[in-house]
């Protein structure tokens, strides 16, 4: 039989770990959309074109240099909302605006700044790649939204399940739907960034190096487990710590069971029966 107070505890623990997860996933949300000293180390991933052109071709450090006078950048990293270019020895210089669904298209980013927003052709497999990563990008961005949003009202909610298991029935549901969204998000966003690591810096005609953002992964996986535990404590709460009756107590304050109610509404006669066969 569980303890007294195991429901209370458990109910206490969950909002616990709500609470901790939403600093974590205001730091994703947050992360890379302005210039600011800790912002900036917030991002997915990051691609450094610093030395775009390998070295093996001949002129590298001149073209480089073109590239650079023409307008592109040593680096891009990308957050949720939009993505901030800069260079090593200036750091971040530039943000793009906050933008809803955003998603990063590094064609039409580094076509802008080197053709000055000139149209090119591109192979139908290169379109579907850049269709997959926006709708990705899009779904990732979603989750995380209502990833917070949900973390925050069950928050408030789960004292509600101390006194009764159908609440434990209804934030079991908004807690699992808390945790799905949560960890689509970050598989998604683990996914895309790995996937775009591996895919530009197999570029052989090209020298392109990609970062994972270790502080984005962090705090996006720490948040997410603390919704995954959170979900399971109050699906442990539905079906075991049976709840405690409201108002009733003891002498001494303490919450009483169902079976100690039962004994002390038993009729006299019942109780010196009872008293008599034990004796």
Not at 37 to 55: A, C, G, K, M, W
Not at 106 to 135: H, K, M, N, Y
Not at 172 to 199: C, D, E, P, R
Request: charged letters at 15%.
């Amino acid at each position: 039989m569980a303890p007294k107070n195991a429901r209370r505890n458990t109910a206490i623990a969950a909002s616990i770990f709500y609470f901790l997860s939403i600093p974590f996933l205001i730091l994703v949300i947050i992360g890379n959309t302005y210039k600011n000293n800790i912002l900036d180390d917030i991002y997915f991933f990051r691609l450094d074109v610093s030395q775009v052109i390998p070295i093996s071709v001949e002129n590298s450090n001149l073209l480089n240099s073109v590239a650079r006078s023409l307008g592109l950048h040593d680096f891009y990293q990308i957050g949720i909302w939009n993505f901030c270019e800069g260079y090593d020895d200036e750091g971040v210089t530039f943000c793009s605006h906050p933008k809803q669904w955003f998603w990063f298209n590094p064609v039409e980013v580094l076509v802008s700044e080197l053709l000055a927003g000139a149209q090119i052709a591109l192979p139908s497999e290169a379109i579907t790649v850049l269709t997959i990563l926006r709708i990705g990008s899009q779904v990732m961005y979603g989750c995380f939204m209502a990833g917070i949003c949900l973390n925050t009202v069950l928050l408030f909610l789960s004292p509600l399940v101390i006194r009764t298991r159908w609440w434990s029935l209804a934030l079991s549901f908004l807690g699992g739907l808390a945790a799905i969204v949560v960890s689509l998000a970050s598989i998604i966003a683990t996914v895309i960034s790995f996937a775009a690591k591996i895919a530009l810096t197999a570029q052989d005609q090209l020298n392109i190096k990609a970062y994972i953002g270790i502080k984005m992964f962090a705090f996006m996986w720490i948040a997410t487990i603390c919704t995954d535990v959170a979900f399971l404590l109050h699906a442990a709460m539905g079906c075991c710590c049976r709840p405690v009756p409201r108002g009733v107590v003891d002498s001494s304050g303490t919450p009483v069971y169902e079976e100690k109610r039962h004994t002390m509404g038993l009729p006299p006669f019942v109780r010196r029966r009872r008293t008599g066969q034990i004796s």
